[in-house]
């Protein structure tokens, strides 16, 4: 790998932060919302008021961080910090807050990536406003970060606009602040957020960049590709349908600053009026021409079938898109909560993903597992050996298949409550003892992986070996 490849980590911070409405803090879409439960799953929701106390840890956090030898580190900075309400002034508490945490990175020479809106829009913009589907929550947005790039100008150098932007039609209230309004089919709302969370993701770039120049943009996606459940050219048609519009959509959009063809049908043949104006696709169009970079999450591969029962084309293309079957690929096992471990897929994503748009990538990946702490210590072979897959599958795509990758943000450092409040599906290389209830006393402890990733990233990803003395 090249010398400067970016190994890291990546963590939101609305998911382990707490310090609930410390230092003018306000509410936010994560706090408040009652999220529904990954499929077959037991509800275990924690409250988001300590979660895993980052906000009172950081710095010991990041110094586990700089002892894994971390060139990078992707965090977020929750809106409801810097702006409580989202339409008010800006709280300089918060600013100070994050400030303090870049120069501590910087101070360890870890390099900071921040995410600018991460599942946590201010809960006033949802409830008063209804999220990004009220244009006037974009302009709220842009100025949110403005005031964060004219603070943090020269430090950070690494941004990203909206994370997992494809997903804010799905998860419309935690992903963009948004319920689907009674008279709005699901398309329709698919088809305003794309345009209006695009605009956003717009606004967001040229702010930066008329702000920093200097500064690296990147858009970023959640991405999960469809493979068909068959060579039948029905199936292959459905997941075709299917990573278009879920996975390529934004960024066809973003790289390109048009509407792609197969987007305008969509909208078009289901008479959908979306609402996108000359001076909107005019920052569209201006963004696409200076975002840097494509920033992705790889966790798992789907399988998609046709659903031949369905005789009305529109009918059966709507019901592919909001498909929740989420069908089992026999070649692959998945994790507890039915997430199919696939490593060659990141390869896959990567090729694919290189190819189409020709721009440098950066990943998130990780594995939730459900732990206990024993003896002070957690032997997690298993998420040691899903990295070891994935890293070797995403060597190969770097080394033999070309593709130009920036770095590799394993998610992530520390525990911290899953995108479903569940403290159960830990995803850290750090141990934080808490659990569903009890809050224990916070602290942190090194699993095994910790000493494993450190040797992978000292050998700059040539040793992955397991054969840590732990
Ligand atoms: C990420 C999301 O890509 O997926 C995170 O942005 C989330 O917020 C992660 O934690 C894993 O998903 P989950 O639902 O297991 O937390």
């Known amino acids: 790998m090249k010398k400067d490849f970016l190994w890291g980590g990546a963590l939101s911070n609305f998911q382990a932060e707490g310090g609930y409405l410390e230092d003018g803090k306000g509410l936010n879409v994560y706090d408040t919302l009652v999220v529904t439960p990954e499929k077959g799953i037991e509800p275990m929701f924690c409250d988001t008021k300590v979660a895993t106390d980052h906000y009172h840890h950081y710095k010991e956090d990041i110094d586990l961080m700089a002892e894994m030898g971390f060139k990078a580190y992707r965090f977020s900075i929750v809106w409801s910090r810097i702006h409580p309400l989202g339409d008010d002034e800006t709280n300089e508490a918060g600013l100070n807050y994050y400030e303090d945490m870049i120069d501590y990175l910087l101070s360890k020479n870890i390099e900071p990536v ?31 970060v403005q005031s964060i790039v004219t603070r943090m100008k020269g430090k950070v150098k690494y941004w990203i606009t909206y994370n997992e932007i494809n997903l804010a039609p799905y998860q419309s209230d935690l992903v963009a602040g948004t319920y689907c309004p009674k008279e709005m089919s699901k398309s329709e709302l698919f088809a305003h957020l794309t345009i209006n969370t695009q605009i956003a993701h717009g606004k967001a770039v040229n702010v930066i960049k008329e702000v920093d120049p200097a500064a690296k943009v990147g858009g970023m996606i959640g991405h999960a590709p469809f493979y068909p459940l068959t060579c039948k050219s029905e199936d292959i048609i459905a997941a075709d349908f299917k990573n278009k519009m879920h996975n390529y959509l934004p960024f066809d959009i973003m790289t390109s600053g048009e509407l792609p063809v197969y987007f305008k ?15 909107e696709q005019t920052i569209v169009k201006k963004a696409s021409k200076q975002l840097d970079y494509l920033a992705f999450s790889y966790y798992r591969s789907n399988v998609q079938s046709d659903m031949n029962d369905i005789e009305n084309l529109i009918a059966k293309e709507d019901a592919i898109l909001f498909d929740s079957r989420q069908i089992k690929n026999p070649y692959y096992k998945a994790n507890e909560w039915g997430w199919q471990i696939d490593s060659e897929g990141l390869r896959y994503s990567l090729i694919d993903l290189y190819h189409r748009y020709n721009k440098p990538l950066f990943v998130e990946n990780g594995i939730g597992i459900d732990e206990k702490l024993i003896d002070g210590k957690v032997y997690d072979d298993e998420r ?13 795509a770097v080394e033999d298949n070309g593709v130009d990758l920036m770095g590799y943000l394993a998610w992530s450092p520390i525990d911290f409550l899953s995108s479903h409040k569940e403290i159960r599906k830990r995803y850290g290389f750090v141990y934080v003892n808490r659990e569903f209830e009890d809050l224990l006393d916070l602290k942190r402890y090194p699993k095994k992986s910790f000493y494993w990733y450190q040797k992978v990233i000292a050998s700059n990803g040539e040793d992955l070996e397991n054969d840590i003395k732990y």
């Not at 599942?119 to 842009?142: C, S, T, W």
């Not at 070891?388 to 060597?395: D, E, T």
């Open 384 to 396: 040691i050996s899903y990295y070891q897959q994935h890293i070797a599958s995403l060597k190969t």
């Open 265 to 279: 049908h969509f909208v078009n043949s289901r008479n959908i009026k979306i609402n996108y104006n000359e001076e």
């Open 114 to 144: 921040v995410s600018l809106v991460h599942f946590d829009m201010p809960d006033h913009l949802l409830r008063e406003y209804n999220g990004f589907l009220n244009k006037q929550v974009i302009d709220f947005y842009a100025e949110h």
